[in-house]
């Protein structure tokens, strides 16, 4: 678990120093770290001086401690310009390391520090396989539809009867596992969607039109339109 106060103050050390991006040729200089003004001055190898906001990094980080993976791109819900330079500013930090995942850049976080402030590192390829098998693993217990309703047992009963084999999720919900996959139910109580009904789970990157509707059995969980979407999962509570 890393606190941003404590991000900020490591993000200071390496004012001075020639930051490599991930991408190649996006190097930075951190110019300051302005605390009044909750952001991070950067200078870019054009020689143009940007600035990161606090609350762009505390979205990475949120991901980070929640999950120890992040698609930047996916926590910054595809917003803004020039992404590459908070995942610049994270990856030259010694605890975080960076890998492909489905051929997307994430950042990684480490129990440790694994490589000296002012670079980066790439994760050992058998521990990013390793990650990928568990990205994959939670991937296939997601279910392919859910149903939001005001009535959970009646619903939990009616799929019952259709041959389901219904098991406690958590509070207020429940998976329901046929043959061909699994449905979970729960209150909109739970997830607040625009409406009751039955939502087709996809697995796609949130968007600016997507809207976060709540957290179940530890996925998070955005509505679009007719669909639910996510990729995302807590690692602690």
Known sequence: MRQLNQVLKDI??????????????????????????????????????????????Q?????LNRENIVHVETALKGSGSSRNQPETLLANLPYIEYAY???????VLKDAYTHPPGTIQQMDLLEAKQLLDQIQ????????????TNDLKS?????????????????????????????????????????????????????????CVGELAGFRFYEEGAFILTLTERTSE
């Not at 979205?59 to 991901?63: A, K, R, T, V």
């Open 12 to 57: 200071e050390a390496l004012i001075g120093m020639t930051l490599n991006s991930i991408r190649p040729g996006a190097n930075l200089q951190v110019l300051d770290v302005d605390y009044d003004g909750e952001r991070v001055l950067v200078e870019t190898s054009t020689g143009k001086t940007q600035s990161r906001s606090f609350s762009e990094l």
């Open 59 to 63: 979205s990475i980080l949120d991901f």
């Open 101 to 107: 995942i489905n051929r997307k850049k994430h950042l």
């Open 137 to 148: 693993d939670k991937a296939n217990r997601l279910p392919q539809q859910i149903i939001v």
């Open 155 to 211: 619903t939990a009963d009616v799929l019952r009867n259709l041959g389901g084999k219904v098991s406690a999720l958590g509070q207020a919900a429940y998976s329901v596992d046929f043959e061909a996959g699994c449905i979970w139910i729960t209150r909109s109580d739970v997830l607040n969607t625009s409406q009751i009904g039955s939502f087709t789970l996809l697995e796609a990157t949130p968007t600016d039109q997507s809207v």
